[in-house]
């Protein structure tokens, strides 16, 4: 009997999974959410800054943790042999010499550039634009390897807009550290920034490391971006391990907190999107796409027949990323669900103004169902309107999050079903461009499979983009598919399997939904989408 722990990091919750190490089979689960994230704290949305409080993810850890093991067999406890753990990313923070988050020391509690600056924090676009106009013009083009475009969701960006806005924290910040890998650390005992075990996915999708660079940007490229970074390459680090090998086993202190046994393996942390398509049993030239508030796609390939490919405008391609010995290759789109949420809200406002709170959300819960459900009843014609799907920005292909959505095609006669169907399909068309870009740098796509909440809750969604990308989208059964993965990856850092490869394939999840592709729906589809290349063109230029 071996069990397995899988924490999943998102943004709005932590979740704990139970795992059966022998075949991936659910024991138990729990959510916490994150308390003072919900109150909105520490965040300014208008201005893109999204922070998260250290003790909401330890909070989580705890809770989540201990409330999954209430719920499962009592002999599940003392049979647990390895955790791991994902996160959302980039999500960096400035922690002192011990690896302490600044937020955790008292004169830091209440800053939020202590904290750790969440994956959608757009802050720093002119540290990222700045970051590209060095890249492009130096000996090096540390970005090669990440698209050729830096983004300021990105690990360099924040710490240099974080050092530039905030002395205190400038005096304060020894070392900086990815979501995954302090929690990592935490649940070990050592979270020495020196010494800890850095993800490669996190170090090659985010901080342009790289073999080839002997590890991160030189530091004669990060002191001329600017001289506030001097030194700081040498209290970051050189190593990265990939997900399948442990951090080490779990701390005393911890164990007694969880209840787990003191031999429990921790491994090396990754990113939420990776380890889901571990969990959704990705294999080669299979897109995963994670979608929720905004989405993660997830392509391996085998090195030695795409390795010498550089791939314009992807969110990296890493060596080991996913699966060792697998190139891992990531885009996205900076937001997909939000863009559904975003009308919500706007539908919602008189009813939030002029109804009691409990009475406003019992209806505001039932707008995106309505609006699916008319939506999908509408006709699909050339002259419909058309939506860009760049609420928040755009990650890829090529990124820029200074760029904003729009509609076009309006009239008198619009309803809302109407925009919500335009907007939907802005979602699917983004998603279009994606499946393309990887297609003409040489990259086929030979499934498309979908994990994620959006995935599992609207039909209506995953009907669209099937039309649109006329290929078959296979919908994964776990409804969990990152804890899932991170599940995986503790039972083969634990040695229960010798690989991720024979992990994945006794434990990965199945599917339980197929969409296919409407024909008749297809050929007008290649119109509209024509249509949102052209109004994307035109905002691009304008704006």
């Not at 442990?246 to 939420?272: C, H, Y």
């Not at 080669?284 to 010498?308: F, H, K, Q, W």
């Not at 008189?350 to 505001?364: D, G, I, N």
């Not at 920005?393 to 904003?404: E, F, I, M, S, V």
Request: glycine share 8%; net charge negative.
């Amino acid at each position: 009997m071996n069990y397995v722990i899988g924490l999943d990091y998102g943004t709005d919750s932590v979740r704990a999974l139970i795992a059966d190490a022998a075949d991936g089979r659910e024991v138990s689960s729990a959510v916490f959410y994150y308390p003072r994230w919900k109150a909105g704290k520490y965040c300014n949305p208008g201005a893109s800054m999204f922070r998260q409080h250290p003790l909401d993810y330890l909070e989580g850890l705890e809770a989540s943790v201990k409330m999954a093991l209430s719920q499962a067999p009592k002999e599940v406890a003392d049979n647990v042999v390895g955790i791991s753990v994902d996160t959302t990313g980039s999500t960096p923070v400035a922690v002192d010499k011990n690896g302490t988050p600044l937020a955790l020391l008292p004169e830091f509690a209440e800053n939020p550039h202590g904290m750790f600056v969440l994956w959608k924090d757009h802050t720093a676009n002119a540290e990222a634009e700045e970051i590209n106009t060095l890249a492009h013009r130096w000996e090096i083009d540390f970005t090669k390897y990440v698209g050729g475009i830096y983004s300021s969701e990105w690990f360099w960006a924040k710490i240099l807009r974080t050092l530039r806005v905030d002395e205190a924290v400038r005096n304060a910040a020894f070392s900086w550290v990815e979501h995954c890998d302090w929690l990592s650390a935490v649940l070990h005992g050592d979270t020495n920034p020196l010494t800890l075990k850095r993800s490669r996915c996190a170090a090659g999708h985010k901080a342009m490391w790289h073999e080839e660079f002997g590890g991160l940007p030189s530091e004669a490229f990060l002191t001329q971006l600017d001289p506030l970074l001097a030194g700081l390459r040498d209290r970051l680090y050189r190593q990265t391990y990939s997900s399948d090998m442990p951090m080490g086993t779990i701390s005393k202190e911890w164990a007694q907190r969880l209840g787990l046994p003191e031999n429990v393996v921790v491994g090396v942390g990754a990113f939420d999107a990776h380890m889901g398509a571990v969990g959704a049993g990705i294999e080669p030239y299979s897109l995963v796409r994670v979608m929720g508030t905004s989405t993660c796609d997830m392509l391996i390939a085998p090195n030695e027949e795409v390795g010498n490919l550089l791939i314009r405008g992807i969110c990296g391609q890493v060596d080991g990323s996913i699966l060792p010995g697998m190139l891992g290759m990531e885009a996205g789109q900076s937001a997909f669900g939000d863009v559904y949420a975003w009308f919500q809200n706007l539908l919602a406002w008189p009813l939030r103004e002029f109804l009691s709170e409990e009475e406003a959300e019992k209806m505001v819960h039932k707008i995106i169902p309505a609006l699916s459900e008319k939506a999908a009843l509408l006709p699909v014609t050339e002259h419909d309107a058309v939506a860009l799907d760049w609420f928040n920005g755009r990650r890829t292909p090529d990124a820029n999050h200074t760029l904003k959505a729009a509609i076009a095609g309006l009239n008198l006669g619009t309803d809302a079903p109407q925009i919500f169907k335009a907007l939907v399909e802005s979602t699917a068309f983004g998603a279009r461009r994606i499946v393309e870009r990887f297609q003409s740098e040489g990259v086929p796509i030979r499934q498309v499979i979908g994990i994620g909440g959006v995935s599992k809750k609207s039909p209506f969604v995953m009907q669209n983009l099937a039309n649109v990308l006329n290929m078959p989208i296979k919908i994964v059964e776990s409804e969990q598919a990152c804890a899932l993965g991170a599940a995986i990856c503790a039972a083969t850092a634990a040695g229960v399997y010798q690989t991720m490869a024979a992990a994945q394939t006794a434990m990965a999840s199945g599917y339980d939904a197929t969409f296919h592709p409407q024909q008749d729906r297809v050929a007008v589809y290649e119109k509209l989408y024509q249509k949102y290349l052209a109004l994307g063109g035109f905002v691009e230029n304008q704006y």
